[in-house]
């Protein structure tokens, strides 16, 4: 048997029906922004398989460092115990995160670390005796896939079949340009009207929903409201976080600051499952008691696994390196051009760019859907010529390892112009 056809015997993909979708492609071997499959043909990974590696496929000195902690001290448990590795994480995470987040909580995935958020929101009022057990969260917003985190998600065909089940959650609009004061009065009125705990927003860009980006200066203003009000903030940095922006956090653009912050995907370089999330001292404060009752009684097997902390460790500095800010700005620039020459396109309706993230919606007679015909044509020729990209209804975007040579991103572009041509 193939690869493929074993697969197909054994196994159950993430967000797949496997009676209509194509057999996956078995991949064996990554080095720098490019795959190869078992028959040895060669894919760019122009989305960083899911947005994890900013660094390129089976970096070496990330492996090195793994393998350096793999030998020392694999795993201990970290209720008890503390070991190095977590406390330097937390340390070197301190001195780059917005400085009011003072303390570091680990987990294991994207949804865990917004799912501890959300408790934490709500459990902060419960330990001070108010009742507030509303969630705000954006329209279509995407946190993840366990329960609280896709209380907050907006992304229906996620969600459809647990309607009802949900903690409680008010949507509010994204406050893209021209619709800011719509957004500023939603939150306005959902405060009034209802006992809120927390907001929770993936800052400046909502990755799932098809890179829909807004200004820091309406993140801001939110924030402001919020705070007024005693809400706690939420920036879910899951996709943004690690440089994706051009800054290291989307909130580095932001003159306001969030109560929390939720980590993960590009946090040990694409290389092992791990999250955190921070939270002020003001925060952590409210479970600090001689009541037993009053702790967070949330943790996972694996929470500050130290052969993940290694991996973060040396993936930060990484990111630090100039060679790598350098990257950041190149691609950066580089998006910038195909831009402005795919932007004036008859078939393009709008494109846009932050740091690394580009993405440009294209035309279409139908309304298409999130996983409609044009997104399988799009994907199918992209898979065609090479290319890995997962587009989202009619928007194609680019999130590619820093590593990505010019060459590599001009192929990509390329590719991506043809696709407009053939839908
Ligand atoms: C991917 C993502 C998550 C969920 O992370 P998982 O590791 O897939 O559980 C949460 N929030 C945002 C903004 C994400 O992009």
Request: aromatic fraction near 10%; include cysteine; charge should be negative.
């Amino acid at each position: 048997m193939t690869l493929t056809e074993k697969d197909s015997q054994y196994l159950w993909h993430p967000y797949t029906q496997h009676k209509t979708s194509q057999t996956p492609i078995a991949i064996s071997r990554g080095e720098g922004a490019l795959l190869w499959d078992e028959n040895n043909k060669e894919y760019i990974d122009a989305i960083a398989s899911w947005w994890v590696n900013p660094f390129g496929h089976s970096n070496k000195i990330i492996a090195d460092a793994i393998y350096k902690q793999l030998t020392t001290l694999e795993h201990v448990l970290f209720g008890g115990f503390t070991h190095e590795p977590a406390i330097n994480v937390a340390e070197k995470l301190i001195e780059i995160l917005p400085k009011n987040q003072q303390k570091i909580f680990f987990s294991d995935n994207g949804s865990t670390a917004v799912e501890v958020a959300i408790k934490v929101a709500l459990q902060y009022f419960f330990n001070k005796g108010e009742k507030r057990t509303t969630i705000i969260a954006f329209e279509n917003a995407f946190h993840g896939d366990t329960f609280a985190a896709m209380a907050a998600s907006g992304i229906s065909f996620y969600t459809q079949a647990f309607q009802g089940m949900f903690i409680d959650v008010v949507r509010i609009p994204v406050p893209i340009k021209g619709q800011e004061q719509e957004s500023f009065d939603a939150l306005r009125n959902v405060i009034q009207n209802h006992n809120c705990a927390g907001f929770i927003f993936e800052p400046l860009v909502q990755g799932a929903a098809g890179m829909v980006m807004y200004e820091p200066e309406a993140l801001a203003k939110l924030i402001q409201i919020c705070s007024q009000n005693k809400v706690l903030t939420i920036a879910d940095e899951v996709m943004t976080g690690f440089g994706k922006t051009g800054k290291t956090f989307a909130m580095d653009y932001v003159s306001e600051v969030p109560d929390m912050i939720c980590l993960s995907k590009a946090l040990t370089g694409g290389t092992i499952p791990m999250a955190i999330t921070t939270f002020t001292q003001e925060v952590f404060d409210a479970f600090y008691d001689d009541d037993i009752n009053k702790a967070l009684f949330h943790g996972h097997t694996f929470t500050a696994n130290p052969t993940g902390c290694a991996a973060a460790l040396a993936s930060i500095d990484l990111l630090q390196t100039e060679e790598m800010q350098a990257n950041i700005q190149r691609i950066n620039a580089s998006h910038l051009n195909f831009q402005k020459k795919i932007e004036k396109h008859s078939k393009v309706i709008t494109a846009r760019t932050l740091g690394v993230i580009f993405a440009v919606e294209i035309k279409s007679d139908s309304d298409e859907s999130y996983y409609g015909s044009m997104r399988t044509k799009l994907y199918n020729f992209f898979i065609e010529n090479g290319i890995v990209l997962r587009p989202v209804g009619n928007i194609v975007y680019i999130l590619p390892p820093y590593i990505m040579t010019d060459e590599q991103l001009q192929k990509v572009y390329k590719t991506i112009e043809e696709a407009i041509e053939m839908v």
